[in-house]
């Protein structure tokens, strides 16, 4: 019985934490440089879950064929080629340094 007490507190918090916001802000317009901040949270969220999930296993941090796989992907996608051919290259080079390896 304690453990659904506790699920259902979380999931009443989760659900206060994120009505906060708009509950708050109601209809008003951000300011510019909070605009700017909430524009740039997508792209740095994603580099943070790229990172973590290139230099990591789950159990400790490390460097393997994926991280010069991601290089080369992220090299290409520098250079203006398309995603698609990014995504092909990373995995290609991923598994040509695990096969030499």
Do not use: C, H, Y
């Not at 906060?20 to 969220?45: C, D, K, Y």
């Not at 796989?69 to 695990?98: C, D």
């Amino acid at each position: 019985m304690t453990i659904w007490l506790l699920i259902g507190g979380m999931a009443l918090l989760t659900i206060a934490i994120k009505a906060a916001g708009p509950v708050l802000l109601g209809g008003r317009e951000l300011p510019s440089w909070a605009s700017g901040v909430v524009a740039l949270m997508p792209p740095v969220l994603l580099a943070a879950l790229v990172v973590t999930s290139v230099f990591s296993d789950g159990q400790r941090i490390g460097v393997d064929a994926s991280v010069v796989g991601v290089a080369a992907g992220g090299l290409l996608l520098w250079r203006g080629r398309p995603l698609v051919l990014a995504v092909i290259a990373a995995a290609a080079v991923t598994a040509l340094v695990r096969a030499l390896a």
